[in-house]
């Protein structure tokens, strides 16, 4: 099933537009010395809270990349704990061009198992087309955001 597809069910099933956004910080994990269990356990009980809630989840990698390689190993491991039937949006902002573009786009859908993921698309196509040529996924193109010196570039 396709990242549409499955979102309108999620949309329909959950009677919801809600998109979780998945940003850990060392402020909102539960206590404890294990930087690992402790994304595990934070993000289990905000899937646990919010599976009926919600028509996607979105993680944002840069939040789990600053904890080193304990936060990408807790990333691919709660990435299973997301419902199959509700999909799952790697944000990485990623915008690269040629094999660097082939390598982003294997591993956010090879490994990381995303449904869809965020893109910048500053250097054109061809930081897009590795991550579009898999029909059953889609990318979210950042166009216009709103953050203050955005406008010294956009």
């Known amino acids: 099933m396709g990242f549409i597809e499955k979102l309108n069910k999620a949309i329909e099933r959950n ?50 990349e600053q ?16 419902p199959e039937d509700i999909p799952f949006i790697l944000d990485a902002k990623r915008g690269d061009i040629g094999s660097t573009a082939e390598a982003y786009a294997t591993a956010c859908y090879q490994w990381f198992k995303a449904d869809a993921v965020t893109l910048s698309p500053y250097l054109g196509q061809d930081a897009v087309k590795p991550f579009v040529e898999n029909e059953e996924k889609s990318v979210f193109l950042l166009c216009q955001t709103s953050n203050p010196s955005a406008s010294e570039i956009q």
């Open 67 to 82: 904890f080193g390689p304990k936060g990408i190993r807790a990333l691919y491991e709660i990435i299973p704990m997301i």
């Open 15 to 64: 009677n919801s537009l809600l998109c979780v956004g998945m940003d850990p910080t060392r402020q909102v994990l539960p206590p404890g010395e294990d930087t690992f269990a402790r994304l595990l356990s934070w993000a289990q009980a905000l899937i646990e809270q919010t599976r009926d809630l919600v028509c996607c989840y979105k993680p944002n990698i840069a939040f789990f």
